[in-house]
């Protein structure tokens, strides 16, 4: 089990081909749609306090920033996410993530700042890179029950393949405080698959979270 702590996360969504999506998931995960539609997240955040069980953060390491493109799944009635990709710029953090969760983390360069009431967000390895601006542009709610942010954000567990077999891991945290957001892109070559327009944003200042470990499925 893990600990951690998710700083100035911005939830930008896009709607996408199902058929195209499926085909980028393992046979046997089913696709979770939102009313015969399929969505794509890009998530950049801070991750602060990062911990093992029954350990204290240690500086310097515990500390770096994350960004995650994403689908939804659902197995056996319980809903959940599935990650194409997972940057972050703590090589630590990518090896222990890559061994202990069997997600597709990389190393990518990446940097962070304050401007006023934006935060400056680039992310770049090869193949793939992120850079815009996000702010949050009202005050924060947790998400009404099946409504569309409620699909989007509240999700307690990942889904994960090792070897061809599927095993997931739970996740515990309060609801979502999502705000509005404004965004700005200058580049975004994070989804799998294409995805056009403005997105769906949605802007969390901190969230507490615990990462169970996998069990197969």
Known sequence: MQAQTWDDLCFLHWRAPADAVRALLPERLPLDTFEDEAWIGVTPFKVTGFRLRGM????????????????????????????????AESRLAVEAARRTYRLPYFHARMSARSRGDWIDYSSERSGARFDGSYRPTGPPEPAAGETLEYFLTERYCLYAEHEGRLHRAEIHHPPWPLQPAEVELRENTMPPVAVAGDPLAHYSARQDVVIWGLDRV
Do not use: H, M, Q
């Open 56 to 87: 204290f953060p240690v500086p310097r390491v515990s500390d770096f920033l994350e960004l995650n493109a994403r689908t939804y799944v659902t197995l056996d009635g319980k809903p959940g996410i599935w990650f194409f990709s997972l940057d």
